[in-house]
């Protein structure tokens, strides 16, 4: 078997090393280059196009990322080509249910109602590598990701997980935050009812957030669902007592009378905001993962190509096709040297 040629981190001519050794210094140390093992395409997967090439189906703004990707790819791999269709991380985990994608590249968890398809049509639940973040800010005119927002002269320093689950769902074990004088306020606000905002809970983005994040349990009745996200930051910006928890957006495109509040993961744990840094070192609660959804059976080794594929997005290269993306409109945001571990033992456990 012919020797496979090893990529260089010199090849990633559009970051400098000097730049990207000074990037990744809050994570320790650089990620290991990629050492390319050989794979062919298997022509009988359903994901092969008539023409040969494999289909990949996810998220419109990961195209830039996913063609860089496969660009490094092929070159370590001749004669494999790619067909992309990215039309959306709503796209993503149907063609992967389907077997129309080699994996499904979203940036975010998937929702339940794809969840509960993948799983009636194969019995398992499909596994989710993570490759990096989706977002970081504020900085506008780019969109901040998931955050709770509070009236802008609200003095709430920030919320655990917890209690933020507490104000915007009913039925948690400790019970339910109703008053700003539950989290310590006092003046004005002490009496004062908390009025908690969000989108439609119809299976988007409420009703994912609300599962993976909130416990699971229903909105409380003090949660008004507005139309869309300009209209809950208005809400927000016209309410001193307002709350609201939302997905991406540029807030202050709407009104400059609202902030961003900092987040904890544990009650006695450090506030942190979705600034780079702090998305990069995995502080920021809501920070919504860059993932690659495959569909791996149990008991069986993951698709040889898709492993592969995954290998090179968690390398060295990989890693700074994401790193050059941090002033994009997307803004991407690589792995920190402890979570790229662990999602390097995850890969070779499947």
Do not use: C
């Not at 008004?224 to 300009?230: C, H, S, T, W």
């Amino acid at each position: 078997m012919p020797t496979m040629p090893t990529f260089s981190l010199r090849l990633v001519a559009a970051l400098p090393l000097a730049l990207w050794a000074g990037a990744a210094a809050a994570a320790d140390t650089l990620p290991a280059p990629y050492q390319p093992l050989p794979v062919a395409v298997a022509p009988d997967q359903p994901y092969v196009l008539r023409d040969g090439s494999v289909a990949i189906v996810g998220n419109d703004g990961l195209e830039d990322v996913i063609k860089q990707f496969n660009a490094l790819f092929v070159k370590t791999h001749p004669g494999v080509r790619f067909s992309l269709r990215m039309e959306g991380s709503s796209a993503g985990m149907p063609a992967l249910t389907a077997g129309a994608t080699a994996f499904a590249p979203l940036t975010r968890d998937m929702w339940p109602g794809d969840r509960s398809a993948f799983r009636q049509v194969h019995g398992y639940d499909a596994t989710a590598i993570r490759i990096g973040y989706n977002g970081h800010g504020p900085r506008p005119p780019s969109k901040t990701p998931p955050a709770v927002y509070v009236h802008a002269a609200n003095p709430l320093p920030g919320l655990s997980l917890e209690q933020l689950g507490r104000v915007f769902t009913a039925g948690a074990p400790r019970g339910d935050i109703n008053l700003w004088s539950q989290l310590g306020l006092e003046g004005d606000y002490a009496q004062r009812r908390i009025h908690a905002y969000g989108l439609r809970d119809d299976g988007g983005f409420a009703t994912g957030i609300r599962i993976a994040r909130l416990g699971g349990r229903p909105f409380a009745i003090k949660y008004e669902a507005l139309r869309d996200r300009e209209a809950v930051i208005k809400a927000v910006a016209a309410d001193p007592y307002g709350i609201a928890l939302l997905g991406w957006i540029d807030a202050a495109r709407t009104s400059a009378a609202v902030r961003v509040l900092p987040l904890a993961a544990a009650d006695d744990g450090a506030f942190h905001g979705p600034s780079y840094d702090e998305v990069r070192r995995g502080e920021y609660p809501l920070s919504a993962a860059v993932q690659f959804y495959v569909n791996r059976a149990p008991g069986k080794p993951l698709d040889p190509l898709v492993r592969e594929y995954l290998r090179l997005a968690l390398s060295a290269e990989g890693q700074a096709i994401l790193e050059r993306q941090r002033d994009t409109e997307e803004g991407y945001v690589p792995l920190d040297a402890k979570a790229l571990q662990a999602e390097l033992k995850k890969l070779e456990g499947l």
